[in-house]
């Protein structure tokens, strides 16, 4: 719990009409640049958040640690999120097994 996660700056990201998290991923190397153009991949490929996730993602601000998270989300959901932080440390693994996030460990002395 005494990390920080942090949002890729490189990644795009919006807000959807029914108020989810869209992310855009751009498929720029070598080999998706092959796959585009014998497979017919798209370039850009979408992955958009349940309400949970796009209340997470959002909170995501490269301060909050992820105990803090933990706490807003149940704050803001109460029991629709528990148990929350079971839920919050797998969102996170798995934005961070995508690259999405990478994480911060806390300085000492940290207080926000």
């Known amino acids: 719990m005494d990390y920080i996660p942090v949002r890729q700056s490189m990644l795009e990201w919006d807000t959807t009409e029914n108020g989810r998290v869209s992310l855009s991923i751009r498929h720029r190397h070598f080999?998706?640049?092959?796959?585009?153009?014998?497979?017919?991949?798209?370039?850009v490929s979408y992955v958009e958040f349940d309400e949970l996730?796009?209340?997470?993602?959002?909170?995501?601000?490269?301060?909050?640690?992820?105990?803090?998270?933990?706490?807003?989300?149940?704050?803001?959901?109460?029991?629709?999120?528990?148990?929350?932080?079971?839920?919050?440390?797998?969102?996170?693994?798995?934005?961070?097994?995508?690259?999405?996030i990478s994480f911060q460990k806390i300085p000492h002395g940290y207080s926000h």
Do not use: H
Request: a positive charge.
């Open 31 to 43: 080999c998706d640049r092959l796959a585009q153009r014998f497979f017919r991949r798209p370039s």
């Open 53 to 100: 996730g796009s209340y997470l993602w959002t909170q995501i601000d490269g301060k909050k640690s992820v105990s803090q998270l933990a706490s807003q989300m149940e704050r803001y959901f109460g029991e629709k999120a528990a148990p929350a932080i079971p839920r919050l440390v797998v969102f996170l693994s798995i934005l961070k097994k995508k690259n999405y």
